[in-house]
């Protein structure tokens, strides 16, 4: 097994990975290619810790993409982005009959609140954390404390997707507060793996150079549109879940919150079920037709999809 292969087992099965190799191969010039290839006409196309898995030569930092997210120091160039993606995108649609769908965490998922930001009249959450399945406490370090209430629906939400997207999440939290997130709704690493983006890895916008996807067959589901400034077209932006007042917010001092009122948003009528119908609409939309023999990703894209999705009925 060679290095390239050893690094690319932890990211991919042996199918995609080969089918990765012999793309790269076949886009790269003539006249390199084997992996026996020399360093003067390889592409470095996987690098990990500034060392190009195919020829070992040292490689600058930062030439490439970092996915440090899906294995610890790993670079890869232009090309090997464009190809990983584009091939990760057929199998998956052909082999698995699976888009993908990447996720916000706060306020699609859930919202966070520090505990004193609590208003006075949300108190009494603070007692209820522990015997509630929606309700969270959890230490931030620096001796605060943090109360996640996640949204109605959320599990059914994420059990149904997952049987037609592979998923992503992408938030801007840092990956300590991704990871104590990911504890409550993904305890067992079912949905989201690895495919955990968070600030550490993208801190100033969000971006599908970093989803290793074909963008043809990515939807995007965030209430805050402007962090896309360049794949609008792949985002649903879902209504803002605001569970709690949160004393340091502006524009939703006016009116109670939910958890004031002790109500909360529906369940099954609510933003993530109306969502899931969407991408269902999408997903059913972009596999008509069939999977009989490989897809033709070239005639197919969840952008056109969600374009006439969002066209009110
Ligand atoms: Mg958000
Ligand atoms: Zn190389």
């Given at each position: 097994?060679?290095?390239?292969?050893?690094?690319?087992?932890?990211?991919e099965?042996?199918?995609?990975?080969?089918?990765?190799?012999s793309e790269?191969?076949?886009s790269?010039?003539?006249?390199?290619?084997?992996?026996?290839?020399?360093?003067?006409n390889?592409g470095?196309?996987?690098?990990?810790?500034?060392?190009?898995?195919?020829?070992?030569?040292?490689?600058?930092r930062?030439?490439?993409?970092?996915?440090d997210?899906?294995?610890?120091?790993?670079?890869?160039?232009?090309?090997?982005?464009?190809?990983?993606?584009?091939?990760?995108?057929?199998?998956t649609?052909?082999?698995?009959?699976?888009?993908?769908?990447?996720l916000?965490?706060?306020?699609?998922?859930?919202?966070?609140?520090?505990?004193s930001?609590?208003t006075k009249?949300?108190?009494?959450?603070?007692?209820?954390?522990?015997?509630?399945?929606?309700?969270?406490?959890?230490?931030?370090?620096y001796?605060?404390?943090?109360?996640?209430?996640?949204?109605?629906?959320?599990?059914?939400?994420?059990?149904?997707a997952?049987?037609?997207?592979?998923?992503?999440?992408?938030?801007m939290?840092?990956?300590?507060?991704?990871?104590?997130?990911?504890?409550?709704?993904?305890?067992?690493?079912?949905?989201?793996?690895?495919?955990?983006?968070?600030?550490?890895?993208?801190p100033?916008i969000?971006?599908?150079?970093?989803?290793?996807?074909?963008?043809?067959?990515?939807?995007?589901?965030?209430?805050?549109?402007?962090?896309?400034?360049?794949h609008?077209?792949?985002?649903?932006?879902?209504?803002?879940?605001?569970?709690?007042?949160?004393?340091?917010?502006?524009?939703v001092?006016?009116?109670?919150?939910?958890?004031?009122?002790?109500i909360?948003?529906?369940?099954n009528?609510?933003?993530?079920?109306?969502?899931?119908?969407?991408?269902?609409?999408?997903?059913?939309?972009f596999?008509s037709?069939?999977?009989?023999?490989?897809?033709?990703?070239?005639?197919?894209d969840?952008r056109?999809?969600?374009h006439d999705?969002?066209?009110?009925?």
């Amino acid at each position: 097994m060679s290095v390239m292969q050893q690094n690319l087992s932890v990211l991919e099965p042996k199918s995609k990975r080969r089918k990765i190799d012999s793309e790269i191969n076949s886009s790269s010039s003539s006249s390199s290619s084997s992996s026996s290839s020399s360093s003067n006409n390889c592409g470095h196309f996987f690098v990990r810790y500034g060392i190009c898995c195919n020829c070992r030569s040292n490689v600058e930092r930062h030439r490439g993409r970092a996915f440090d997210y899906l294995v610890d120091g790993l670079e890869l160039s232009d090309v090997a982005v464009k190809v990983t993606k584009r091939v990760t995108t057929q199998i998956t649609c052909f082999n698995d009959k699976k888009l993908h769908l990447v996720l916000d965490l706060d306020h699609t998922l859930l919202h966070t609140v520090m505990v004193s930001n609590l208003t006075k009249e949300e108190t009494y959450l603070i007692g209820e954390a522990d015997s509630r399945e929606d309700l969270w406490m959890f230490n931030g370090g620096y001796s605060s404390e943090f109360l996640i209430k996640l949204r109605p629906y959320v599990h059914e939400f994420l059990k149904e997707a997952n049987e037609m997207f592979s998923m992503y999440v992408y938030t801007m939290g840092d990956r300590d507060y991704a990871n104590n997130v990911l504890k409550l709704i993904d305890p067992e690493k079912i949905y989201f793996g690895h495919r955990v983006i968070t600030r550490n890895e993208s801190p100033y916008i969000k971006t599908l150079d970093l989803v290793l996807a074909d963008e043809c067959g990515v939807v995007i589901v965030d209430d805050t549109p402007q962090v896309w400034p360049d794949h609008k077209r792949n985002l649903l932006e879902i209504t803002k879940y605001n569970y709690f007042s949160d004393k340091t917010r502006r524009d939703v001092k006016y009116s109670k919150s939910y958890a004031e009122e002790k109500i909360d948003e529906g369940r099954n009528d609510g933003s993530l079920a109306n969502i899931l119908k969407v991408i269902k609409e999408v997903y059913e939309g972009f596999f008509s037709g069939g999977v009989e023999k490989e897809l033709d990703i070239d005639s197919k894209d969840v952008r056109l999809l969600l374009h006439d999705a969002r066209r009110p009925k």
